[in-house]
């Protein structure tokens, strides 16, 4: 089985930046897309931000500009740096990736970390 596991989550004044962290841990051949979805109480989750392996990135146009992904392929981790937080980022953050095990690709999630931005 993959494992995604979330960190950095918490609570953050507007304006104020925070920076997540999802390691994949198990057994794998490789990871292709990996990426970040959030949801918001009473709605549907959505996406933020998705990277490929070869590092091309696409954002959803409310967070253009002020978040950033990136990842590492060494330690198959990925990372996701908000800037300029607003209140209507506060959300429960998942990770996702797409990985090849054996041949097949399964689409993975995590847990999922708090993120609340609040005076």
């Known amino acids: 089985q993959v494992q995604l596991v979330e960190s950095g989550g918490g609570l953050v004044q507007p304006g104020g930046s925070l920076r997540l962290s999802c390691a994949a841990s198990?057994?794998?051949?490789?990871?292709?897309?990996m990426g970040w979805y959030r949801q918001a109480p009473g709605k549907l989750r959505e996406l933020v931000a998705t990277?490929?392996?070869?590092?091309?990135?696409n954002y959803a146009d409310s967070v253009k500009g002020r978040f950033t992904i990136s990842r590492d392929n060494a330690k198959n981790t990925q990372y996701l740096e908000m800037n300029s937080l607003k209140p209507e980022d506060t959300a429960v953050y998942y990770c996702?990736?797409?990985?090849?095990?054996?041949?097949?690709?399964?689409?993975?999630w995590g847990q999922g970390t708090q993120v609340t931005v609040s005076s």
């Open positions: 996702n990736a797409v990985v090849v095990v054996a041949g097949p690709m399964y689409d993975y």
């Open positions: 990277i490929t392996r070869s590092g091309s990135t």
């Open positions: 198990g057994s794998f051949f490789s990871i292709n897309t």
